[in-house]
């Protein structure tokens, strides 16, 4: 009997894993500007979603972001291109890791990020609604 429960249990959680949870528009994050010049932020990556979700930076000012994964298998990525604003960053976010990456926007603009991670045959994590928009100012 206690097969059947775990064998059940494990199906249930299966499918959990493929409905997406509705995202809740926050407000966005305006990444802080350090003693040293630099505009520090984190983003936590998590089940197909990013928080914050919307970040604002000043552009032609150095940016630090701690990405930072809370899932415990699932590994995640951040792109965010755009060659014409300086941004040309594709870093895997491995599970239950962190990383730090660095870049300095040239311009100001809306661009977005995403994860390009994808199980065959399972919509990609994108498509799930792991994405998020990165606003440069003046």
Same mark, same amino acid.
């Given at each position: 009997?206690?097969?059947?429960?775990?064998?059940?249990? +494990?199906?249930?959680?299966?499918?959990?894993?493929?409905?997406?949870?509705?995202?809740?528009?926050?407000?966005?994050? +305006?990444?802080?500007?350090?003693?040293?010049?630099?505009?520090?932020?984190?983003?936590?990556?998590?089940?197909?979603?990013?928080?914050?979700?919307?970040?604002?930076?000043?552009?032609?000012?150095?940016?630090?972001?701690?990405?930072?994964?809370?899932?415990?298998?699932?590994?995640?990525?951040?792109?965010?291109?755009?060659?014409?604003?300086?941004?040309?960053?594709?870093?895997?976010?491995?599970?239950?890791?962190?990383?730090?990456?660095?870049?300095?926007?040239?311009?100001?603009?809306?661009?977005?990020?995403?994860?390009? %991670?994808?199980?065959?045959?399972? %919509?990609?994590?994108?498509?799930?609604?792991?994405?998020?928009?990165?606003? +440069?100012?003046?």
């Amino acid at each position: 009997m206690s097969l059947r429960i775990s064998i059940h249990c +494990v199906g249930l959680f299966l499918l959990a894993s493929l409905i997406p949870l509705p995202s809740f528009a926050a407000q966005p994050t +305006v990444a802080e500007l350090a003693a040293d010049g630099v505009q520090r932020a984190e983003i936590i990556a998590d089940s197909y979603s990013y928080t914050p979700d919307h970040l604002i930076v000043k552009a032609n000012i150095p940016v630090e972001l701690s990405l930072q994964s809370k899932t415990w298998l699932v590994p995640h990525s951040f792109v965010l291109k755009d060659a014409e604003a300086g941004l040309d960053i594709e870093q895997d976010i491995p599970a239950g890791k962190s990383v730090l990456i660095k870049f300095t926007p040239t311009r100001p603009g809306t661009f977005k990020f995403f994860c390009n %991670k994808k199980l065959l045959f399972f %919509k990609s994590h994108e498509d799930r609604g792991m994405k998020g928009t990165l606003e +440069v100012t003046d």
